[in-house]
């Protein structure tokens, strides 16, 4: 996946700097209908550019910085992020962070994207709008008996996994998205 990523990398800057070129207005007089043809084909090329950074993310080994941290901040910043496009989707946010809750140590980088990536699944579901529910909270693991874990939990009203699509969510590349890489998951994951 790294190397394929590079090898596309490499044209695609050409390509960018050729629309760039055209796009120069004081070189070129261009139609509106040109130009209007040149920024969507700018924005594709950043399009791909995103989904290679995704790739490389995601083929990349990378360095963990861990830290304490404490998870109701995380996600309160990374919600920062998103308020405009939830109140332009129509869509509601509940939060339900509890009070008190235990610190954590770990990646804070990974977490926050892996709370964006999941807000950001439950936005695409919702696009009609609807309610996002993040809750927080301290609690026994069911995977290691006795032992005390922080939870987050995202939630939205939209339509769900398919049963036959939930065995393969967290496969690279797998997407029932027309726009999506597939990757969001598997990152998380």
């Known amino acids: 996946s790294g190397g394929i990523a590079h090898e596309i990398r490499s044209p695609l800057s050409g390509i960018r700097l050729f629309v760039d070129v055209l796009c120069d207005e004081e070189k070129f007089h261009?139609?509106?209908?040109?130009?209007?043809?040149?920024?969507?084909?700018?924005?594709n090329v950043k399009r791909i550019d995103d989904i290679i950074k995704r790739v490389l993310a995601f083929a990349r080994d990378t360095k963990i910085e861990?830290?304490?941290?404490?998870?109701?901040?995380?996600?309160?910043e990374t919600l920062?992020?998103?308020?405009?496009?939830l109140k332009n989707g129509e869509i509601r946010l509940e939060l339900s962070l509890k009070e008190g809750l235990s610190k954590v140590f770990g990646d804070a980088v990974g977490i926050q994207q892996v709370v964006n990536n999941l807000v950001q699944n439950a936005v695409q579901a919702m696009d009609g709008g609807g309610l996002l529910r993040i809750t927080t909270g301290n609690e026994t693991?069911?995977?290691?008996?006795?032992?005390?874990?922080v939870t987050i939990r995202v939630r939205d009203t939209g339509p769900g996994i398919a049963p036959e699509d939930r065995e393969r969510i967290f496969n690279p590349f797998f997407t029932?998205?027309?726009?999506g890489t597939g990757l969001g998951l598997s990152i998380s994951h």
């Open 176 to 179: 029932t998205k027309l726009q």
């Open 66 to 76: 861990t830290r304490e941290m404490d998870i109701n901040h995380l996600i309160h």
């Open 30 to 43: 261009r139609t509106e209908q040109e130009l209007e043809i040149f920024h969507d084909i700018a924005h």
């Open 141 to 149: 693991s069911s995977f290691h008996k006795g032992r005390n874990i």
């Open 80 to 85: 920062n992020l998103w308020y405009v496009t």
